[in-house]
Nanobody, 114 residues
Framework: QVQFVESGGGLVQPGGSLRLSCAGS????????MAWYRQAPGEQRELVAT???????NYTDSVKGRFTISRDNAKNTVYLQMNSLKPEDTAVYYC????????WGQGTLVTVSS
């Protein structure tokens, strides 16, 4: 059974940085498309970034130039490096992936505030 566990969320000041991690279980992590989503209070869940098995990445416009998605297949882990954080980045961040892109992590809360 594939599972993902996010970590690294917390409170950060505007302009600060945070790195989220998504640790996966299973033997075929290397072939999965992986993604980060976020859900702000009262808002719909939105796609933030994706990374293919070959390392190709895409980002939503609001985070381009500030966030970087990466993966370390040897560690079964995908990362989201978040720089120049803004209050509007406050959300619960989720990773998603698996053999049919059907598995979600439990989420980790990021709060950007002074």
């Amino acid at each position: 059974q594939v599972q993902f566990v996010e970590s690294g969320g917390g409170l950060v000041q505007p302009g600060g940085s945070l790195r989220l991690s998504c640790a996966g279980s299973g033997s075929k992590f290397r072939i999965y498309v992986m993604a980060w989503y976020r859900q702000a209070p009262g808002e719909q869940r939105e796609l933030v970034a994706t990374i293919t098995s070959g390392g190709y990445t895409n980002y939503t416009d609001s985070v381009k130039g500030r966030f970087t998605i990466s993966r370390d297949n040897a560690k079964n882990t995908v990362y989201l490096q978040m720089n120049s954080l803004k209050p509007e980045d406050t959300a619960v961040y989720y990773c998603r992936g698996g053999p049919r892109f059907e598995v979600w992590g439990q989420g980790t809360l990021v709060t950007v505030s002074s």
